[in-house]
Nanobody, 126 residues
């Protein structure tokens, strides 16, 4: 019912910034919670940030809090992840996700999300 496509990944130097976009199609996602995860080879998909569909309250993992900002533009059916002060440890494939049934207690679990994008590579060099 919903298709998600990420874009905006690339190669940046440590300390730089990058903005990822997640465009949804198929139906309006204004009432869906949206999240960003990241994954490196051999590791589980890691929670990065989420924003609720109802209140718009943002949530962040400890590793990115203060550096990343999640936002959404419901008129464009698009979500964003602004990444500042990037570190080499941020290198990963970043995925956006959406869910119509969501709670803060389970927001960091991949199983909480119904829809996923294909991922976009972010590489932070030293």
């Amino acid at each position: 019912q919903v298709q998600l496509v990420e874009s905006g990944g690339g190669l940046v130097q440590a300390g730089g910034s990058l903005r990822l976009s997640c465009t949804a199609s198929g139906r309006s996602t204004s009432n869906y919670a949206m999240a960003w995860f990241r994954q490196t080879p051999g590791k589980e998909r890691e929670f990065v940030a989420a924003v609720s569909g109802s209140s718009g309250t943002p949530y962040y993992s400890d590793s990115v809090k203060g550096r990343f900002t999640i936002s959404r533009d419901n008129a464009k059916n698009t979500g964003y992840l602004q990444m500042n002060n990037l570190e080499p440890e941020d290198t990963a494939v970043y995925y956006c996700a959406a869910s119509i049934a969501w709670s803060t207690w389970l927001m960091a679990r991949t199983s909480s999300y119904h829809y996923w994008g294909q991922g976009t590579q972010v590489t932070v060099s030293t």
